[in-house]
C-alpha cells in the first residue's frame, strides 16, 4: 500500500521565475489593463514596508480600488504568500466584489495555490498554519477582533453617501487608528 502526499509546492515554479516586475506580472495573470509609471508608483509606494500609515487620496478613475486593492494585493501576495490582508470599506458587498476580482484572477491565473475561497476570505496553501486568511472581506460596521492581518487596506471607507453622516465618519477614523 503506497501513502500518497498531497504536495503543497509552487506548481508554478518556472512561470514564478520568470515574473520580476509588477507589469510583468499583469501580464501574466491576464489584469485588464497596463499602469501609466505614476500608478505603479502609487502600488509601490502602498505595500513598501516601512511601518509607516499611507493615504493615496486621488480623484475617482485614477485606478485606486483596480491597481492597489485587486493587483497590488495579488502582487504582494504573490511575493508574500504568507502575509495576511484585511480588506475594509464602507460596505461588506464592496469589499466582497473587491475580493471576488481578486479570487477569479487568483484561480484563473494558476500562479496561486488557494486552499480555500469563501464570500469573504481566500487562504492560500502557503498559509496553512495560520489561523488568519490570506485576504479578508470586512466593512466598517465589522468588529475587527481576533484577527491581526500584516497590511490592512481601507478602500473607499467613506462613500458620497456616507460621508455626509457624522456617525459613519467617526466610525472611519475610529478605525483607522
Known amino acids: 500500500m503506497k501513502i500518497k502526499f498531497f504536495d503543497f509546492s509552487n506548481k508554478n515554479t518556472e512561470k514564478k521565475q520568470e515574473i520580476k516586475t509588477f507589469e510583468e506580472f499583469l501580464i501574466a495573470i491576464d489584469f485588464k489593463f497596463l499602469p ?3 500608478q505603479v508608483e502609487m502600488v509601490e509606494f502602498c505595500f513598501k514596508r516601512d511601518d509607516r500609515i499611507k493615504m493615496v487620496l486621488a480623484r475617482r478613475g485614477i485606478g485606486k480600488t483596480e491597481l492597489v486593492a485587486i ?3 495579488l502582487w ?3 511575493n508574500n504568500p504568507t502575509d495576511t490582508i484585511a480588506i475594509i470599506s464602507s460596505t461588506q458587498s464592496l469589499s466582497r466584489a473587491i475580493l471576488q476580482s481578486i479570487s477569479a484572477y487568483m484561480l484563473s491565473s494558476g500562479l496561486f495555490n488557494v486552499k480555500m475561497a469563501k464570500a469573504d476570505t481566500i487562504k492560500l496553501v502557503e ?5 488568519e486568511p490570506s485576504v479578508s472581506a470586512k466593512s466598517l460596521k465589522t468588529i475587527l477582533r481576533a484577527i491581526h492581518p500584516t497590511f490592512v487596506l481601507f478602500d473607499d471607507p467613506l462613500t458620497m453617501e456616507t460621508a455626509d453622516s457624522r456617525v459613519m465618519r467617526a466610525l472611519a477614523f475610529k478605525k483607522y487608528e
Open 36 to 38: 501609466f509609471p505614476k
Open 71 to 73: 493587483a497590488g494585493i
Open 76 to 78: 504582494h501576495l504573490y
Open 127 to 131: 498559509n496553512k498554519f495560520s489561523k
